[in-house]
């Protein structure tokens, strides 16, 4: 058993690790799709980043008041609602 949690931890970090690069792989289709500059795909990717550290911040509290197994499973949920939720605003 502790070899299938282990398993499943490797898969969800390498998703959230894919899924935080997917916006640096796509900077270029991004610019020209929304044409946006540089400058504006800056503001974007820095805005990201603040929420992210945020993120970290607020998580980490959280984990300490409900538990890492109860936490992890809250953070899959929460990580797969809002990657739906951006392809279905990027579909306009």
Do not use: H
């Amino acid at each position: 058993m502790r070899w299938v949690m282990l398993a499943l931890i490797f898969v969800g970090t390498t998703f959230n690790y894919i899924d935080r690069n997917v916006i640096a792989i796509l900077k270029g289709q991004l610019q020209k799709q929304f044409e946006i500059s540089d400058p504006q795909y800056g503001y974007i990717a820095g805005a990201f980043a603040l929420a992210y550290a945020i993120g970290q911040v607020l998580s980490g509290r959280l984990l300490d008041l409900i538990g890492t197994r109860a936490g992890y499973g809250l953070a899959m949920i929460a990580w797969s609602f809002c990657a739906m939720a951006t392809a279905l605003g990027c579909g306009r």
